[in-house]
Structure formats: structure tokens, C-alpha cells
């Protein structure tokens, strides 16, 4: 990809959890990340229902079980592979993606302008 930025190592988030990034300086909205092994979903960290941020403490986006990023404010639940909403307000609805690679380093790798 070209106009990249560097969010993170893979091993700086834990196998089967979550981690939350902030925005660029300047942007509202934050990032956050769920580490699957060597794969990694990253997410604007924004419910789709109000736009709140989905974590009501640090990087607690995951039900207990690690299956599901929930929302702390209205329950809603979403699936990691792709954001989709399977219960709650948003119904349907989708977290919005950020595209991520996993460098050859191990660099967690996003668009520039990502959280912007």
C-alpha cells in the first residue's frame, strides 16, 4: 500500500485479544485492533449506531469468551472478521474497516490517513 504508517508489532497485541489506538493528531476518532494468530482486523473504534467509541475502559473491545468486539455502551456485538453487527441497535449495520498487512518484520501496517 502506498502512504502507509505503522500502528503497531503484531506481538504488541496478544494472540486472541484487542488493543485501542488513537487517531491522528487532530482526528476524533481512534483505531482499534484484534489479533487472530498472524492475522489482524482493525476497525474505526466507533459504534455505528451513535459514533461512540466502543470501549468504556482501555482496550476491552472483546466479550469474555474473545469471539466478539462489543459495544460497552449498548451492547450491540460484532463479528472480527468483518465488523458486522449481529445484535443490538446497529443491527446490520457494520464497524468501518481500516485495511491492514502484516509487514515481513512484523509491523502492523494501515493507511496513512487512517483515524483521520
Known amino acids: 500500500m502506498a502512504d502507509e504508517r505503522i500502528l503497531c508489532h503484531l506481538h504488541d497485541i496478544p494472540d486472541g485479544k484487542a488493543r485501542g489506538f488513537p487517531g491522528l493528531p487532530g482526528g476524533f476518532m481512534g483505531l482499534l485492533a484484534v489479533r487472530r494468530g498472524a492475522a489482524v482486523f482493525v476497525y474505526v473504534n466507533s459504534c455505528p449506531h451513535i459514533g461512540v ?40 449495520d457494520s464497524l468501518e474497516a481500516v485495511p491492514a498487512r502484516v509487514d515481513p518484520e512484523g509491523m502492523i501496517r494501515i493507511p496513512a490517513d487512517a483515524g483521520a
Open 53 to 92: 467509541p466502543l470501549e468504556m475502559m482501555p482496550d476491552r473491545f472483546l466479550d469474555g469468551a474473545g469471539r466478539h468486539i462489543l459495544c460497552a455502551v449498548h451492547g450491540a456485538s460484532f463479528r472480527i472478521e468483518d465488523g458486522y453487527c449481529l445484535s443490538g441497535p446497529c443491527l446490520g
